[in-house]
């Protein structure tokens, strides 16, 4: 017997670990079926699961188990990222806790206890991952992913790490790897250059500093430009203004005098100056800020870097500044400007600041040699696969990002100053000459070959960027570069779910790789799901204090009910508002199924393996049924088009509405029956809440596997392993659906008006139907028992007038009229409406004057404007049922 409640701590270690320990994850290359291949993106193997992890895995495990159910060779790729600066900030963290730093520049390791070498270093953190990473790999269990686990995968363990310098070596060969010096995302206080997504952009307060430059040979004229960044002036090499302003076109070709260096350095004309921002006239410093670095390309311009790799002023500044600390020499700088008249004035103003995700210190574009691919070239491919839809976007418009992002592409800086990660396949000569070889060996004989002599080398102390690696991974996972029988059956891999923010860095780089070390699209479908934000669509920050762990709802509603509300709000193109009172409301859902299942065990309706659904004779089992082969569409359409919320809806009404508040209160009178319609109603009850629980089991794993295995009998196999149900069409009675869907809604509406009128739910009360046609009558005579149970009706008479005091309901042809007048006191229901309606409309124009007011706009956070238009929504809808009240009053 079934317990009374559902446990699912109980219930969910046990389930998953029958699943992992039959087999029932694995996949296998020899078998049959059709190829369906996921890569899940690999986390970080510091990281720990947040609430984005759980939706992207949900997502992920839904279309494994749906399309493992429907017969396909099915491999879910797991794995971990070694995430080079997080890993490395984590242990040297641990290190410094123990009075221990990196031997790191001119430092030696074997002087001085306090430090730590290069080899020593990255042994502690394999000693770290062993011990420590990981973590969020088991935290998936818990959420119930369905990985091959027999087949995790890390970044840096040695199949991978030989797949990357292959790759390495073969792109500097083919011209596609190259060393050059540019600008990169400097970070100061970890001293290595860093990516992108890396950058966090922070608001803060800060000024504007006007400057006059004077102008070369013209006494007492100034072209004035404007800073947020005053010290970077030690660098600047150029003024440009736009070719079409005309107040500064007498300049152009002249020179400037760069204030307290004395620098003569030209006025350039180029399009990026904006006349319409400021003076019009714009600071170049090439060396330290991206866009001057493209003007500076243009105009060929000298590129003066004046930070050094602790963003201190160096020696190419004059002796004053020198070793201040950047944000010194801005004060530096400033009073000198002022002392020699220079300063025009300064703005107070709240600009954005890029920090260092990890570090959390303000960034520097920074001038240095780094090693970089070629991307615009690995673009060409990719751009291609796309514009002929052999790679397709869903949602469709991300398309459009990537298009964007892909055909203004730049290098891609593909080196790292740090220590942990895969070290670059690079030997450098005496005179600095670069020696590319998959091993040290190779590159001495290449040496040799180059020198005519033996020559020590040194290899390049850098890493590569961890999204190097990351690119290989739908093929480097699957054994390549060796021909494994998983690599020629699983790749091109089917479809990747990702987020929006990574299909510069990860996306694009994995078809890049595909398309040039495979010859082949990665995978044919990116979907890309929304942000997962807290119920007032604010982003969720620790520093906001709106974090929810999905393990702590794990722990208290099950992971069936948070995997259950994540896919009932995957609404494409739409973020998430996730709040606790959803997935209890859905923990709720699972209790509904469970005591559904139980009143079948105690009816007798269970598994019946010789039941015939098209045999039903009985027209509430024939409804069923067909509602069941429609239901199988929808569910199968929406996980096929991504539509995953369509997919939940789908399920969730027919769960909870349909069979469990129709179907069984329809059974329950046949049986306390004893004739052939009970045991064909048992098998029937029985057979359905089968096909629920096969259907509901890709989103809800655990609960539908323990009501299988409980109720099913010898069924011989772990609804896991089942296939998805297929129905005849002819199964769909679209008579029979007819008949029953009229029968719900009458009912459905009667009790809709019992609630809008305050109808005690004790009373019964009479009701007359006017107008129906003979199937109307018909439908009435054969169901008028569970009609008068079911609404609650002390009579039903056919043709009776409309008596005074009466509600109406209007019902395809027919009249439905609900005599009221003894039950409740009309004139003070209809005094109640009014008066809710009247607060409703006072709140309603209260919030419209707060969302017309501009400065509340302009000054209130996105998601607290949200909250605004959502109360004003909610009480819209609420004044609208009201409205509908009184107009049943008005015909009363």
């Known amino acids: 017997m079934l317990d009374k409640t559902y446990r699912p701590e109980e219930v969910e270690s046990r389930i998953y670990e029958a699943w992992d320990g039959s087999g029932a994850f694995g996949s296998d290359p020899e078998a049959a079926g059709e190829a369906y291949c996921i890569v899940i993106p690999p986390p970080n193997v510091t990281g720990s699961l947040h609430m984005g992890h759980a939706f992207n895995n949900t997502i992920q495990d839904i279309l494994i188990r749906f399309e493992r159910k429907r017969g396909k060779n099915v491999l879910w790729q797991p794995g971990t990222d070694h995430a080079g600066i997080a890993t490395q900030s984590v242990v040297e963290r641990q290190l410094a806790e123990e009075g221990v730093r990196l031997a790191r520049g001119d430092l030696d390791a074997s002087s001085d206890e306090g ?24 935290q998936l269990r818990r959420l119930g992913a369905s990985c091959d686990w027999s087949r995790e995968r890390f970044t840096m363990d040695e199949g991978l790490s030989r797949a990357v310098v292959k790759v390495f070596v073969d ?36 000024h504007l500093w006007h400057i006059r ?33 005309s107040r500064y076109a007498d300049l152009v070709g002249k020179q400037a005098v760069l204030p307290l260096i004395g620098r003569h350095i030209p006025i350039v004309a180029d399009d990026y100056a904006d006349p319409e921002q400021g003076s019009g006239a714009v600071k170049i410093t090439p060396a330290h800020d991206f866009n001057d670095f493209e003007v500076g390309r243009r105009h060929d311009l000298e590129m003066v870097n004046i930070l050094d790799a602790d963003a201190c002023i160096n020696n190419n500044a004059p002796d004053p500044y020198c070793g201040l600390d950047r944000y010194e020499a801005r004060k530096q700088i400033v009073a000198d400007l002022e002392s020699q008249g220079l300063l025009e004035k300064i703005d107070s ?38 514009e002929q839809s052999r790679v397709r976007f869903v949602p469709e418009n991300w398309s459009n990002v990537f298009f964007e992002w892909m055909r203004n592409i730049q290098p891609w800086c593909i080196s790292r100053q740090l220590w942990w990660g895969h070290q670059i396949p690079a030997w450098f000569g005496p005179d600095h000459l670069v020696f590319v070889e998959a091993t040290e060996e190779e590159a001495l004989a290449a040496a040799e070959a180059h020198y005519g002599k033996k020559t020590e080398l040194t290899r390049d102390p850098d890493v590569l960027d961890t999204w190097f690696s990351s690119a290989l991974w739908p093929f480097s996972t699957l054994g390549w570069p060796e021909k494994t029988p998983h690599l020629a059956r699983y790749y091109p891999t089917s479809v990747l779910v990702t987020g929006f923010d990574i299909i510069f860095f990860w996306v694009a780089r994995m078809m890049m790789m595909g398309e040039n070390f495979m010859g082949e699209r990665p995978f044919h479908t990116v979907y890309i799901h929304a942000l997962v934000r807290d119920e007032h669509g604010a982003k969720m920050s620790k520093s906001k204090g709106n974090v929810i762990d999905p393990l702590d709802l794990i722990d208290e509603y099950g992971a069936d009910a948070l995997r259950f509300t994540l896919t009932a709000q995957a609404a494409q193109g739409r973020d998430i508002k996730l709040s606790t009172k959803r997935v209890e409301g859905y923990r709720n859902f699972t209790t509904k199924l469970w005591n559904a299942a139980r009143f079948c065990e105690m009816n007798g309706a269970t598994h019946g393996a010789d039941f015939d659904p098209a045999a039903c004779k009985e027209t509430v089992n024939r409804w069923i049924v067909s509602e069941v082969a429609r239901l199988e569409g929808r569910v199968r359409e929406g996980i096929e088009t991504y539509r995953f919320n369509e997919t939940a809806g789908a399920l969730y009404q027919f769960a909870w509405h349909a069979f469990c508040d129709w179907y069984l209160e329809f059974t329950k009178p046949i049986l306390d029956g004893d004739d052939a319609a009970v045991t064909e109603t048992r098998a029937c009850l029985g057979w359905t809440l089968d096909q629920i629980l096969n259907l509901l089991h890709p989103i809800m794993p655990f609960v539908t596997e323990e009501l299988w295995g409980r109720l099913g009998g010898e069924r011989g196999e772990a609804l896991i392993r089942a296939p998805w149900p297929t129905y005849d069409p002819a199964l769909i009675d679209a008579d029979a659906a007819d008949e029953m869907n009229w029968i719900v809604e009458l009912i459905g509406q009667v009790r809709a008006v019992r609630a809008e009128m305050n109808v005690p739910a004790g009373a019964k009360i009479p009701m ?23 609404a609650r009706l002390s009579s039903l008479a056919l043709d009776g007038g409309v008596p005074a005091g ?38 309603i124009g209260k919030l419209d004057q707060k969302l017309a007011n501009p400065k509340f706009l302009a000054k209130a956070p996105d998601e607290v404007v949200e909250i605004q238009r959502e109360r004003k929504a909610d009480a819209q809808a609420a004044r609208a049922k009201l409205d509908d009240a009184l107009r049943r009053f008005a015909a009363a």
């Open 115 to 138: 430090l730590i070498g290069r080899e020593d270093f990255i042994e502690r953190v394999w000693t770290w991952r062993e011990h420590s990473g990981g973590t969020i790999l088991r």
């Open 171 to 206: 792109l500097y060969k083919q011209g596609l790897i190259y060393r050059d010096k540019r600008l990169v995302n400097w970070d100061p206080k970890l001293h290595t250059a860093i990516s992108d997504l890396e950058v966090e952009a922070r608001e803060v307060d800060g």
């Open 806 to 843: 009466s509600a109406q309901i209007v019902l395809g042809e027919a009249t439905v009229v609900l005599p009221l007048g003894e039950v409740i006191d009309l004139d003070q229901e209809r005094k109640r409406l009014e008066g809710e309606i009247a607060k409703l409309e006072k709140e």
């Open 768 to 790: 007359i139907v006017n107008g129906a046609d003979g199937t109307g009558k018909a439908r009435l005579a054969t169901h008028e028992g569970q009609v008068m149970r079911l």
């Open 213 to 245: 430059y004077p102008i070369l040979g013209e006494e007492g004229r100034f072209i004035t430009v404007a800073t947020t960044r005053p010290e970077t002036m030690l660098g600047d090499t150029a003024v440009a203004v736009h070719p079409d302003d």
């Open 349 to 386: 103003i709240r600009h954005t600041v890029p920090y260092g995700d990890r570090s959390g210190v303000p960034v520097e574009p920074w001038l240095t040699d780094q090693w970089f691919a070629d991307a615009k070239t690995l673009a060409e491919k990719p751009i291609e696969a796309v």
